[in-house]
């Protein structure tokens, strides 16, 4: 079991950034992959951005080249820096560690104003 808490979320308005963060409560360095997903207001949760031991990462198409995930091992925290936010971007954001099943944080609001 990991915990995961997630910070960093905010109001901000259409073209501005954040960058949230997501602390793990183990070493991060055995968990393969950890995520960023996203769920708004009667919506499914949908994957944002992933990233492996290897520090390969993937992003869903609406946000490549805009968000950015990276991983500090030292520190057990994933970050999702994002930029260029609009207000579609309008989400609970949540962390992922895929290790032993799906663990997740709480989630933290984004809320993008236009």
């Known amino acids: 079991q990991v915990q995961l808490v997630e910070s960093g979320g905010g109001l901000v308005r259409a073209g501005g950034s954040l960058r949230l963060s997501c602390a793990a409560s183990?070493?991060?360095?055995?968990?393969?992959?950890m995520a960023w997903y996203r769920q708004a207001p009667g919506k499914q949760r949908e994957s944002v951005a992933t990233?492996?031991?290897?520090?390969?990462?993937n992003y869903r198409d609406s946000v490549k080249g805009r968000f950015a995930i990276s991983r500090d091992n030292a520190k057990n925290t994933v970050y999702l820096q994002m930029n260029s936010l609009k207000p579609e971007d309008t989400a609970v954001y949540y962390c992922?560690?895929?290790?032993?099943?799906?663990?997740w944080g709480q989630g933290t609001q984004v809320t993008v104003s236009s």
């Open positions: 992922a560690a895929f290790k032993g099943g799906i663990n």
């Open positions: 990233i492996t031991s290897g520090d390969s990462t």
């Open positions: 183990t070493s991060i360095l055995s968990i393969n992959v």
